[in-house]
T-cell receptor, first 113, second 113 residues
């Protein structure tokens, strides 16, 4: 039981390049979330999903897209990376029954030059 | 939407003293209030949570109190130890929905040996 995993752990991009961050969970959770964490600003929600095939915008969705084609995977895409997207990205998942705990992945550190 | 404010942003205490971190929220519909601890370079991890039908909850040296009328909740750590040094985040959400968690901006706690 690996919990929530993220790939890659670290990436350097040039402005304008694209990339996809992968989040996978093996806890059969319905709800999944993508956050970015910047110094002094806490965790800000980018997009989230309440089930396979569904996505919704969070607090800071601009410049990102997401897909949830399989229940266990939640992908975050950057179509044209900008330096302002330099951040640490965390994925999280949560059960839809009983346990309200959000379980976080280990994070992806992204540097956009 | 919900707005969660957290104070102080930094806190230094002597080992053995108590630490208190306070959060306020704006949405009276919020009924679940978790606290997460994040060590440097690690993922956030749940340390304690409280639901709106409870005024206080304790777990060894950690306690959380909730005042629904005033819309504020606090984390209390007693007999602090150096390993308590970390960033602590409060959050608010609505239970039994896929709704997002709204996080505070974090408190960096340093316990001085």
């Amino acid at each position: 039981n690996a919990g929530v995993t993220q790939t890659p752990k670290f990436r350097v991009l040039k402005t304008g390049q694209s990339m996809t961050l992968l989040c996978a969970q093996d806890m059969n959770h319905e709800y999944m979330y993508w956050y970015r964490q910047d110094p002094g600003m806490g965790l800000r929600l980018i997009h989230y999903s309440v089930g396979e095939g569904t996505t919704a915008k969070g607090e800071v969705p601009d410049g990102y897209n997401v897909s949830r084609l399989k229940k266990q995977n939640f992908l975050l895409g950057l179509e044209s990376a900008a330096p302002s997207q330099t951040s640490v990205y965390f994925c999280a998942s949560r059960s839809h029954t009983g346990d309200e705990t959000q379980y976080f992945g280990p994070g992806t550190r992204l540097l956009v030059l | 939407g919900e707005n969660v404010e957290q104070h102080p942003s930094t806190l230094s205490v002597q080992e053995g003293d108590s630490a208190v971190i306070k959060c306020t929220y704006s949405d009276s519909a919020s009924n679940y209030f978790p606290w997460y601890k994040q060590e440097l370079g690690k993922r956030p991890q749940l340390i304690i949570d409280i639901r709106s039908n409870v005024g206080e909850k304790k777990d060894q040296r950690i306690a959380v109190t909730l005042n629904k009328t005033a819309k504020h909740f606090s984390l209390h750590i007693t007999e602090t130890q150096p390993e308590d040094s970390a960033v602590y985040f409060c959050a608010a959400s609505i239970m039994n929905t896929g709704n997002q968690f709204y996080f505070g901006t974090g408190t960096s706690l340093t316990v001085i040996p």
